[in-house]
Nanobody, 123 residues
Framework: QVQLVESGGGLVQAGDSLRLSCAAS???????MGWFRQSPGKEREFVAG????????LYAESVAGRFTISRDYAKNTVDLQMNSLKPEDTAVYFC?????????????????WGQGTQVTVSS
């Protein structure tokens, strides 16, 4: 069982940076952690994922080169550094976790979710 709490969302301007953090409690070893986002009227979509054990990462094409996912063993957190933000990045961002070794990109692949944090990018 894993509990997830996101933080770090806010209102920024296009081109700015923002760092989201996902605090995990409970067992995380062997889990894959993911960040997803959902805009009004759209389906929740995969943004980035990281294997807690190996550190392997995977990114959606829309954020590759701008976003970086990382994990901190000491703090038991998974962070999402978002640079060069665009208005189309505006969404509620969710942290997710699943006990799998391969990074999956479907919402249905993850059973543990945080409550989400709002990111708004103005033009």
């Amino acid at each position: 069982q894993v509990q997830l709490v996101e933080s770090g969302g806010g209102l920024v301007q296009a081109g700015d940076s923002l760092r989201l953090s996902c605090a995990a409690s409970g067992r995380t070893s062997g889990y894959t952690m993911g960040w997803f986002r959902q805009s009004p009227g759209k389906e929740r979509e995969f943004v980035a994922g990281i294997s807690w054990s190996s550190g392997r990462t995977l990114y959606a094409e829309s954020v590759a080169g701008r976003f970086t996912i990382s994990r901190d063993y000491a703090k038991n957190t998974v962070d999402l550094q978002m640079n060069s933000l665009k208005p189309e990045d505006t969404a509620v961002y969710f942290c997710a976790a699943e006990f799998i070794s391969v990074i999956r990109t479907r919402v249905s692949d993850y059973h543990f979710w945080g409550q989400g944090t709002q990111v708004t990018v103005s033009s």
